[in-house]
């Protein structure tokens, strides 16, 4: 890339939450392979991000590779619509051999949000069907969900996201209200244990489940670890009791696994860790191993009958590039790698590494926490960063971690070697001495 093409991206293109009037530098790719990030100014990149969560295999995997060449050469795209293919099949099998077993339908959308969407929308018409039959009209039109979540960028995903303590709290007077809980206190596994469970963590959603129960469509919440909203980890003994409750108060607990799913904490899911099951589950992200967006809703056969026996006779939803043809066939290839069962021990040597060296860092004056979960590790700082100066700093010893507020995260591909984690951590070391670094 030369300088012509990136003084066009900085005058005309627009980057994720970036300013058009005070644009944050980009830095120019040329290839990506394995865990490194190759820049066309000559710099290797180790990657601490798996771009955005995404690419838990590395980059340039040559199962997924074959599994597109070979998709592309058929079809790339084909409308759902009165027509199905043998990738959307076979990734339908393969996402129900690893859910749950009362998960029985799945409906192939486009991203994580819209995932997040069809979600609250599949909770609203079930509802709306059930009240109907009864010649009501249903009065469950709210959702009840935890601070500091965080569950995407469109309208129905940002009224489920935290309205005071995220990005999104400008659009407050434009969405629908919903019921927000207190979080849990954050909670830290050590030597394979959680600390014993604190039952007053959830005081103020169990105070509000029961005021508001009889108007809540569902629980939406992203279990044990919460992403953007702050990445904040939880006792999973937290989600088995609003399991609990869910159950107690007759409502669909939905969870979003669009950062968590597919190992990212140690379990292929993040509720394993507190043994429920979902009534509506999202994923995302890690789907297609960061090749193509595609997500997927997941559902029981209760909820799907209840969404479909009705008016309307079917769920109302069907995005144009919903079962994307060589999305899936990457997102089949992806699965396959996970079948084999590599990512438990490589993300078991990340976690140990994150144990081993992020308390280290709590020696440190500009350091509040830290906290660490299968492969996600936290330093969570008193001071907000310098988007622009701690970015650069990171690229001068050569990793890729991109911070946002006070937090310093890392969420690297599960191939990475134990050099390569040691490598981002002292990169992070590096950062919190510089007082340039932060403001």
Not at 139 to 155: A, E, I, K, N, V
Not at 274 to 301: F, H, Q, R, S, W
Request: aromatic fraction near 10%; include cysteine; hydrophobic fraction near 40%.
């Amino acid at each position: 890339m030369n300088f012509q093409s990136l003084d066009f991206d900085q005058k005309h293109l627009w980057h994720p939450y970036t300013s058009t009037t005070n644009p944050l530098p980009c830095y120019p790719v040329s290839k990506a392979q394995e865990v490194y990030i190759h820049l066309s100014t000559g710099e290797t990149l180790i990657d601490g991000m798996s771009s955005w969560w995404s690419a838990i295999h590395g980059y340039n995997h040559p199962l997924l590779n074959q599994a597109a060449h070979q998709q592309i050469e058929d079809m790339s795209h084909v409308m759902f619509g009165g027509l199905t293919h043998q990738p959307a099949v076979e990734l339908g099998k393969r996402l129900l051999a690893m859910t749950p077993d009362n998960i029985q339908h799945i409906f192939l959308a486009d991203s994580g949000s819209v995932s997040v969407e069809v979600a609250l929308k599949m909770a609203l018409q079930y509802w709306h069907n059930h009240a109907a039959k009864r010649g009501e009209v249903s009065q469950r039109s709210q959702f009840l969900t935890l601070s500091h979540g965080y569950h995407g960028d469109t309208f129905a995903a940002m009224s489920v996201t935290d309205p005071d303590n995220s990005m999104h709290k400008m659009y407050k007077g434009f969405l629908p209200q919903h019921i927000f809980a207190q979080s849990p206190a954050c909670s830290q596994k050590v030597e394979g244990k959680w600390p014993e469970y604190d039952p007053s963590d959830l005081a103020d959603f169990e105070i509000k489940i029961e005021r508001h129960h009889p108007h809540l469509a569902a629980v939406i919440l992203e279990p044990i670890v919460q992403g953007a909203g702050g990445m904040r980890i939880y006792h999973p003994q937290c989600l088995s009791r609003i399991r609990e409750l869910c159950d107690q108060y007759g409502l669909l607990l939905i969870l979003d696994e669009i950062a968590t799913g597919f190992g990212r904490t140690g379990r292929l899911f993040a509720f394993e860790h507190a043994n429920i099951e979902p009534d509506i589950l999202c994923v995302g992200k890690a789907l297609t191993g960061g090749y193509m967006t595609l997500a997927a809703t997941l559902t029981t056969e209760k909820v799907a009958t209840g969404v479909c026996d009705g008016e309307a006779g079917c769920f109302m939803h069907g995005p144009t590039f919903m079962a994307n043809p060589l999305a899936c066939s990457v997102a089949n290839a992806s699965l396959s790698l996970l079948q084999q069962n590599h990512w438990q021990s490589q993300v078991l040597t990340i976690e140990n590494h994150f144990e081993q060296e992020l308390p280290l860092l709590l020696t440190h004056p500009k350091v509040k926490s830290v906290r660490w979960l299968g492969a996600i590790g936290v330093v969570e700082t008193h001071q907000p960063v310098n988007l622009e100066i701690i970015q650069a700093k990171f690229v001068s010893q050569g990793v890729w971690i991109r911070p946002f507020g006070r937090l310093i995260y890392i969420m690297p591909p599960y191939i990475c070697q134990p050099e390569h984690i040691k490598a981002l951590i002292n990169a992070i070391r590096v950062a919190i001495e510089d007082d340039d670094c932060f403001y």
